[in-house]
C-alpha cells in the first residue's frame, strides 16, 4: 500500500501565492516522477507540472514562469509553490507519483498512484 496526503491548499485572492505539500508512504521501492494535476469543475484534469528523480521538469504553458515544483528525495515529498495566481487557477489538485512498489508476495510492481486532492480557490 502507497498513500499520497496532500496540503497546502485554501482561498486566495488573485495575485497571491500559496505553497502545495504531497508525503508519499508505504510500500515504496522507487520513484521514477513526481507530479501536479488540476481538474477545475467542467473540465478534464490536465497536467500542472512534474519532475523527475533527476530534477528534470515540465510545466503546462498556463503556469510556465508562475509556478514551481520541487521535491525532497529523502522526504519522498513534492511541493508546488504557486505565485501570481489567477481565478483560471481555480481547481482540485492531485498529487501523483510513478515508480515502483513492493507486492504482498515479495514483488516489484509498477506504480501510479493519486492523492485525494485539494482545493485551491482563487477568487477576490
Known amino acids: 500500500q502507497v498513500q499520497l496526503v496532500e496540503s497546502g491548499g485554501g482561498l486566495v485572492q488573485p495575485g497571491g501565492s500559496l505553497r502545495l505539500s504531497c508525503v508519499v508512504s508505504?510500500?515504496?521501492?522507487?520513484?521514477?516522477?513526481m507530479g501536479w494535476h488540476r481538474q477545475a469543475p467542467g473540465k478534464q484534469r490536465e497536467l500542472v507540472a512534474v519532475i523527475t528523480t533527476g530534477a528534470t521538469t515540465n510545466y503546462a504553458d498556463s503556469v510556465k514562469g508562475r509556478f514551481t515544483i520541487s521535491r525532497d528525495n529523502a522526504k519522498n515529498t513534492v511541493y508546488l509553490q504557486m505565485n501570481s495566481l489567477k481565478p483560471e487557477d481555480t481547481a482540485v489538485y492531485y498529487c501523483n507519483v510513478k515508480g515502483s512498489a513492493r507486492g504482498q508476495a515479495g514483488t516489484i510492481n509498477k506504480l501510479d498512484a493519486w492523492g485525494q486532492g485539494t482545493l485551491v480557490t482563487v477568487s477576490s
Open positions: 508505504g510500500s515504496i521501492f522507487s520513484i521514477n516522477a
